[in-house]
């Protein structure tokens, strides 16, 4: 069967009522080390009313080999597109969800600097939480925001979100790699391959890793100093 393709059905019901609908998706919640990413990307009506980008699923349906090429083509589908960030210190301060939040507010944030009118727009969020609307309204005021079960698969506003936000967060880790080549995020991009575990046993924690969580042996997690401390 061959993968589902995302629509903007959704997002042309809604443009009847708003000027525009901004998706949003995030990468990077299970991983074990680097930041999480949260994708945004605007359309209004102009962009309804053109085809969508061949190929544009959702990103973990896109090989990591043709993603780049997808993203590029849909950064100048969108209106407006964005990545904002949390870092792992972050993820260790407040959570992953309160993370998450942070940067989605952050992706937000993005669009208005390019001109986009955030608290005019509905605000797709993938998954069945909101963990937007609370660290936003301090930047917005109250956000329509609605979260889509499956939408990163069905709506394409969504789906050009997670391929921005995880091509982003794979250039991070890859780079990060030249660094802590040990841990192999130029291939598991810091989740838990097994050779990622093996590695937290042997050489530690490095500073990119989420403390708080855990992932690692006694040994690992207290017994030695982190790798590039």
Do not use: C
């Not at 629509?7 to 930041?35: H, M, Q």
């Not at 544009?56 to 597109?81: M, N, Q």
């Not at 329509?144 to 069905?154: A, C, H, I, L």
């Not at 969504?158 to 967060?169: D, G, L, M, N």
């Amino acid at each position: 069967m061959s993968p589902a393709v995302p629509t903007l059905d959704l997002e042309s019901r809604l443009l009847g009522a708003s000027p525009l609908v901004i998706g949003l998706d995030e990468v990077g919640r299970g991983a074990l080390a680097g930041p999480v990413a949260v994708g945004a990307a605007a359309v209004d009506a102009g962009v309804a009313a053109t085809p969508l980008p061949e190929g544009l699923r959702d990103s973990k349906l896109v090989s990591e080999k043709r993603r780049p090429d997808l993203a590029e083509r849909t950064a100048d589908w969108v209106r407006a597109g964005s990545v904002g960030w949390a870092t792992p210190g972050e993820v260790d301060e407040i959570g992953i969800l309160g993370a998450l939040g942070l940067a989605g507010t952050r992706a937000l944030l993005r669009l208005a600097e390019a001109g986009v009118d955030v608290p005019a727009g509905v605000v797709l969020l993938d998954g069945d939480r909101d963990y937007v609307s609370r660290p936003a309204r301090d930047e917005f005021g109250a956000l329509d925001v609605r979260p889509v079960v499956k939408g990163d698969r069905d709506a394409a506003s969504i789906s050009a979100a997670s391929i921005a936000a995880k091509v982003a967060r794979d250039a991070v880790m890859v780079d990060l790699h030249e660094q802590f080549a040990p841990y192999g995020w130029d291939r598991n991009k810091g989740y838990a391959s097994a050779a990622h575990r093996q590695a937290i046993a042997e050489h530690g924690l490095t500073p990119h890793h989420r403390a708080s969580w855990a992932i690692a042996p006694a040994a690992g997690l207290f017994g030695r100093r982190p790798v590039g401390s």
